[in-house]
């Protein structure tokens, strides 16, 4: 039984409860168990990650540390950390584009790849550690810096993770960096706006690597 009461309500449960799966499902991948027992947890560990589904899946971003592991194949079991170009290797796979991609997506991408080696290969995919999930919020808050973002987060949650805006802000000038495509775009967002329930569509979900700029 997890006690977990001391956790900080920033991480997901949702989180939490997939991770414990995974790590249960490493521990048997690694240990000598009956053949129904390591079925009977596969098939658990499907309906669980289905359940998943009907959230938007959680992108992997260079940092990230990913433990991936092949039943039955000790040789076959790494923990890797994403490249800052967003691409991790693993035996027998060779380099896999993992930025961007979703853990779904990767453990499948890995099957594939592996099937040309290993008949019917089950591979699993866990996301150990979130490093490259991290937004920045700068200029005129209360407690400037880099932040780890363990689920979504708008604009209204990462200035107040920032302690807030300070006496002399510009709250209608803040400016949302974002680089996509190797491309810088930015996003404004007027704080007066959101505060009279208005144009509320500009309280968007950052993404890894945005910075939040409050002049």
């Known amino acids: 039984i997890f006690n977990l009461t001391h956790l900080p309500a920033s991480v997901p449960i949702l989180y939490l409860c997939y991770s414990l799966v995974a790590n249960q499902m490493t521990h048997f991948y690694t240990r000598k168990g009956t053949l129904s027992d390591k079925l009977l947890l596969i098939f658990i560990s499907l309906l669980f990650f289905g359940s998943l589904h009907a959230e938007e899946a959680y992108l992997i971003q260079p940092g ?17 950390i994403v490249r800052p170009d967003g691409k991790v290797t693993f035996p027998l796979a060779g380099e896999i584009q993992a930025g961007g ?3 779904e997506s990767l453990r499948s991408d890995i099957t594939k790849r592996l099937t040309k080696y290993i008949p019917d290969p089950i591979v ?29 987060v708008d604009v209204v949650q990462a200035l107040s993770m920032a302690g807030g805006t300070s006496t002399y802000a510009a709250l209608n000038k ?42």
């Open 64 to 80: 990230d540390v990913l433990g991936i592991t092949v039943w039955k194949e000790e040789d076959l079991q790494r923990q890797v």
């Open 124 to 152: 699993t995919v866990a996301t150990q550690e979130l490093n490259g999930n991290r937004i920045y919020v700068i200029g005129k808050v209360n407690r400037p810096g880099e932040f780890p973002a363990t689920r979504y």
């Open 174 to 215: 803040i400016k949302i960096l974002r680089r996509t495509g190797g491309k810088l775009e930015s996003i404004r967002f007027s704080y007066s706006d959101i505060e009279k329930g208005n144009n509320l569509d500009q309280n968007i979900i950052l993404q890894a690597g945005d910075v939040v700029i409050v002049p």
């Open 101 to 103: 991609a979703s853990v």
